[in-house]
């Protein structure tokens, strides 16, 4: 209760006048209509610089991601290169090996990426190279390698699925065909989980209230704002706002002040609980290090993982599953013949058997990954496979949500959900993880990899095996907000409706 209490604090309140606000917004439109107009008459006026500069491009595609898999499928070598960004972006698998592994060393994610969200993450491990980011990766890899660590982990799932995902999905069925945002329930899902995996506290997220997180909330808010520094077309724009501390700054400069509060307090109320005995992860880190600052960073690095990827795959995985009813019976079937009558959760050994199933979950990540793009810096010029050069300090981006949507890379039915592609013979067959980025590759593979995939599995077992997921309104092109992952725009709406499951009536959790 106490922790709940610390992740449910009211945010401190700022106020500014009319004025101010007035003046400073017109103070940036300048800045910024002077270095456009600087970069596109002295840097710049190609057709792509200027769909970008000018946002022409969203009079034709929903999202950025759509127009860039636009450019991508209709160049030669699937490379492109946004000037004004000094981005080169690409889709060839080669490429991707290229600066993934083969030449690892040449592409780290460099001080300008650094810099972006150095203000939110500081030196977690997803933000830093080096030293910096082998200590933390060996660390981390000793013990999410571990047995005990995934047991635990499943553990914390399984639990967290049958006390509170499915009373809460069964509660909304009987509410005469009520809305439920399902992106909003797996979050606060996925937050639960990550909290008590990595800091043995629990924020009750997903208790039947759905209680305010402003811990989640202010969260949300850094990520969505340090990601559009990255969208502008000068550093020296965000910059300049963050010295002044003016508009979206002021905005980011406040949540991250208040994220860095809450943190604090997760860390003094692990030392006031005692971490020495702890399986949490936080705890073996403070065991190791007692640098605040330090562990802070680790706070927010863990909740970035566990939390916010967690939720955007299994909300674009519930769409297409809503939306091809045919993919969620062939699961349902599958399911039947692994798990015993009457039985409730599916075991770890158990969902190793379910092939289809496990196909369907990377099939849904192909077309919607959770990562979007990831981008790294040329530390001195290259030659990229397919010929492309890159200057030294160039932005390097692979892009896994276009690379699902090359016919070169997935065949001429690559745009349609079909789980069948990644099985033969029933048996699920791996893919080059250079064709499928989506847990990065090489040096840098996500560690958390087979954890992920167990629980957005178990949660696709349980929640299809109790209920019927109906969309509320068609979501065709999906929307995605700015953000650090893929967030759908609007939410994921639908009806939940709980089902009878054979002799048994209704399913055992809602009885």
């Known amino acids: 209760m106490e922790f709940q209490n610390l992740l449910l604090l009211k945010p401190s309140q700022t106020s500014s006048t009319f004025l101010l606000s007035f003046f400073t917004t017109i103070l940036i439109c300048v800045i910024s209509l002077l270095l456009l107009l600087f970069k596109r008459k002295l840097w710049c006026n190609c057709n792509i610089c200027h769909t970008y500069l000018t946002k ?8 950025l991601c759509d127009w860039y898999t636009h450019l991508l499928q209709n160049s030669p070598s699937q490379t492109i290169h946004i000037h004004v960004l000094n981005n080169t972006i690409t889709a060839n698998p080669r490429n991707v090996e290229h600066i993934l592994k083969t030449q690892f060393e040449n592409y780290p994610k460099g001080k300008p990426f650094s810099s972006i969200l150095g203000d939110f993450l500081g030196n977690g491990i997803f933000n830093v190279d080096g030293d910096l980011w082998m200590f933390q990766r060996k660390m981390a890899s000793l013990e999410l390698g571990s047995m005990p660590i995934r047991s635990y982990a499943f553990q914390i799932v399984t639990n967290e699925i049958k006390f509170r995902l499915l009373p809460l999905l069964s509660s909304y069925s009987l509410r005469n065909n009520q809305v439920l945002d399902l992106q909003d329930v797996f979050k606060r899902f996925s937050f639960d989980n990550i909290c008590k995996f990595s800091f043995g506290l629990d924020p009750g997220c997903l208790e039947l209230s759905l209680p305010l997180s402003h811990f989640a909330n202010f969260f949300d808010l850094a990520s969505k704002l340090s990601a559009e520094r990255a969208m502008v077309a000068s550093p020296f724009i965000w910059k300049i706002k963050r010295f002044l501390n003016l508009g979206s700054e002021n905005k980011l400069k406040e949540a991250i ?18 971490f020495s005995t702890q399986q949490d992860l936080l705890s073996r880190f403070m065991a190791s290090n007692s640098d605040d600052i330090f562990l802070m960073d680790i706070v927010k690095s863990f909740i970035l993982a566990g939390r916010d990827t967690m939720a955007s795959g299994l909300t674009t995985f519930f769409f297409l599953l809503a939306t091809h009813p045919e993919v969620m019976t062939k699961i349902r079937e599958e399911s039947k013949r692994v798990m015993r009558p009457g039985q409730e959760l599916p075991s770890f050994d158990q969902l190793r058997e379910m092939h289809y199933l496990h196909a369907a979950v990377y099939e849904s990540m192909r077309l919607y990954p959770p990562i979007q793009f990831d981008s790294k810096f040329a530390r001195e010029t290259d030659i990229l496979p397919d010929g492309t050069r890159v200057k030294m300090g160039t932005r390097v981006t692979y892009h896994p949500y276009a690379m699902g949507r090359v016919k070169s890379n997935w065949g001429s039915d690559c ?7 990644w099985l033969k013979n029933g048996v699920f067959c791996p893919q080059c993880p250079y064709k499928y980025p989506i847990f990065q590759a090489g040096i840098r593979v996500c560690l958390g990899k087979e954890m992920a995939l167990v629980e957005m599995k178990s949660v696709a077992v349980c929640v299809l095996h109790g209920f019927d997921i109906e969309l509320v309104e068609p979501l065709v092109p999906l929307g995605f907000e700015p953000g650090l992952t893929a967030t759908l725009r609007g939410g994921l709406r ?18």
């Open 494 to 511: 639908v009806i939940v409706r709980e089902r009878v499951v054979g002799h048994m009536g209704m399913a055992s959790w809602s009885m």
């Open 415 to 421: 745009l349609l959900f079909r789980p069948e592609r």
């Open 257 to 274: 002040r208040n994220v860095h509060v809450l943190a604090e307090q997760v860390i003094r109320q692990k030392r006031k609980l005692g």
């Open 56 to 63: 022409s491009w969203s009079k034709e595609f929903n999202n």
